[in-house]
Nanobody, 122 residues
Framework: QVRLVESGGGLVQAGGSLRLSCAASGSILRVNMIGWYRQAPGNQRELVATITGDGNTNYADSVKGRFTISRDNAKNTGYLQMNSLKPEDTAVYYC????????????????WGQGTQVTVSS
């Protein structure tokens, strides 16, 4: 079994910063893609940023230049540094990871974290 635990959300004023963490634990051989998604009330879940196992990144246009995704492969942990936050960034942020399991078949599965609330006040 694999578990993803997010942390780092909270309440911040517009222009402020937060750093989200996503720690994967369990029977993990390797973590491939890590992604951050967000869902605001009444909206669909949307992609924020992704990072591959070798560090290639991709960002939604709405966060380019403000958010930075990174990872620590030794810790099986992903991060999302969010700067210059805006009220429209308010949402529940979810971590997603493609994990290669430490089993004979080397099964690859997709996992989601429980979400962490980010609220940006104006």
């Amino acid at each position: 079994q694999v578990r993803l635990v997010e942390s780092g959300g909270g309440l911040v004023q517009a222009g402020g910063s937060l750093r989200l963490s996503c720690a994967a634990s369990g029977s993990i051989l390797r973590v491939n893609m890590i992604g951050w998604y967000r869902q605001a009330p009444g909206n669909q879940r949307e992609l924020v940023a992704t990072i591959t196992g070798d560090g290639n990144t991709n960002y939604a246009d709405s966060v380019k230049g403000r958010f930075t995704i990174s990872r620590d492969n030794a810790k099986n942990t992903g991060y999302l540094q969010m700067n210059s936050l805006k009220p429209e960034d308010t949402a529940v942020y979810y971590c997603n990871a493609e994990v290669v399991l430490r089993n004979v078949a080397r099964t690859t599965r997709d996992y989601w974290g429980q979400g962490t609330q980010v609220t940006v006040s104006s």
